[in-house]
């Protein structure tokens, strides 16, 4: 797998997984105003916990990106 979509794949599944724990721990409601335990409060949960995920790894590139151009 090339290890640019890897980082993603692990990027994305890396914030669904966070996104459930904290809001199964009461520190986040991603509900959505959907029923507790519903298909589309797990859906939604998830595409939200994917795309923090992604955001968060584009932010760190970004970073990085601009650490290595600074330094040289």
Excluded: C
Excluded at 1 to 27: C, Q
């Amino acid at each position: 797998m090339n290890k640019n979509l890897r980082s993603i794949v692990l990027a994305v599944l890396g914030g669904m997984m966070l996104a459930g724990y904290l809001h199964t721990r009461g520190a986040v409601d991603l509900s959505f105003g959907f029923p507790q335990g519903s298909l589309a409060e797990g859906a939604f949960m998830a595409v939200t916990g994917g795309a923090g995920g992604y955001f968060l790894l584009i932010i760190f590139r970004k970073a990085k990106s601009f650490w290595q151009r600074n330094r040289g």
